[in-house]
Nanobody, 124 residues
Framework: VQLVESGGGLVQAGDSLRLSCTASVRRSNNVGAGWFRQAPGKEREFVAAITRSGISTLYADSVKGRFTISTDRAKITVYLQMNSLKPEDTAVYYC??????????????????WGQGTLVTVSS
């Protein structure tokens, strides 16, 4: 599955951005999707995840209450609405899909397909 992210850019602290991740094909065996990010000089970290049904979501503590993950009805596009952005949110954001069930949605090793990333820069 090819994933393409979009929506990144340069914003000021307190602004909002919405990232999109579109799959080239709809896979009936996808069990969920997630967003991860990698800041300069740091390891890639979990941001948010959503189950295929869209009913259950999971967030990193650092973004809880500010970011919202969602999918469209066709389950082809995954969104990450980011509000109240902070300079520490600056990173390359990657979306990923889970194509095999595992109980852990925070581990990047449990995701099989990845996008190329989109850069989000938040200035103070």
């Amino acid at each position: 599955v090819q994933l393409v992210e979009s929506g990144g850019g340069l914003v000021q602290a307190g602004d909002s951005l919405r990232l999109s991740c579109t799959a080239s094909v709809r896979r009936s065996n996808n069990v969920g999707a997630g967003w991860f990010r990698q800041a300069p000089g740091k390891e890639r970290e979990f941001v948010a995840a959503i189950t295929r049904s869209g009913i259950s979501t999971l967030y990193a503590d650092s973004v809880k209450g500010r970011f919202t993950i969602s999918t469209d009805r066709a389950k082809i596009t995954v969104y990450l609405q980011m509000n109240s952005l902070k300079p520490e949110d600056t990173a390359v954001y990657y979306c990923a899909t889970k194509e095999r069930y595992s109980p852990n949605y925070r581990n990047q090793e449990d995701y099989q397909s990845w996008g190329q990333g989109t850069l989000v820069t938040v200035s103070s």
